[in-house]
């Protein structure tokens, strides 16, 4: 069994899991509306990753005889502003979340709930690459500026990435 307070932030990480997927399928469809079609597709792999990572914790639950709770999803913001934009909103965001997953091993600690800890840090690794994939891009959209040959090229480089489910 898990504790009441670890079966609560587990269930409120569901729906931050979720609201990430929407978050990203509001990006994916305003860089689509830009014509980024590479950009949509990349945050589209992002859409279909945040569900996997929201259903990781709801079997996590059910496994430790703990209780599914869905909360409301936000409505996510729908105006992006440029290119480069769309890459800082994702890198605060995925830093937020790097903070969700910091908060609740530091409350698996607290409650002394080991297996959470071992599950968890599967979280504290995807954040690592999560951080670092979307600081590789922004790092490129910076050096290339929002327009031009080089936009172009990026786009197509985010066009060919594809879904691994994770393990
Ligand atoms: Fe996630
Ligand atoms: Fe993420």
């Known amino acids: 069994m898990i504790t009441n307070r670890m079966e609560d932030a587990f269930n409120k990480q569901i729906n931050e899991e979720l609201y990430s997927a929407y978050l990203y399928q509001s990006l994916s469809a305003f860089a689509a509306n830009i014509g980024l079609e590479g ?91 999560e951080e670092n994939n979307v600081k590789t891009i922004l790092d490129k959209l910076k050096l290339i500026g929002n327009e031009g040959h080089g936009l172009f090229m990026i786009d197509k480089e985010l066009s060919v990435r594809v879904f691994t489910p994770p393990v």
């Not at 990753?49 to 929201?54: A, D, K, P």
């Not at 079997?59 to 869905?70: A, P």
């Not at 995925?94 to 091993?105: G, S, V, W």
Request: hydrophobic share 35%; aromatic share 12%; charged share 25%.
């Open 39 to 129: 950009f949509a597709n990349w945050f589209q792999i992002q859409v279909q990753e945040e569900i996997s990572h929201s259903q990781k914790f709801y079997h996590y639950i059910s496994e430790r005889g703990g209780k599914i709770k869905l909360l409301q999803i936000n409505e996510p913001p729908s105006e992006f502003g440029t290119p480069l934009q769309l890459f800082e909103e994702t890198l605060k965001h995925e830093q937020h979340i790097t903070k969700c997953i910091n908060d609740l091993m530091n409350l698996a600690i607290e409650e002394k709930d080991h297996a959470s800890q071992i599950f968890l840090q599967w979280y504290v690794t995807e954040q690592v690459e």
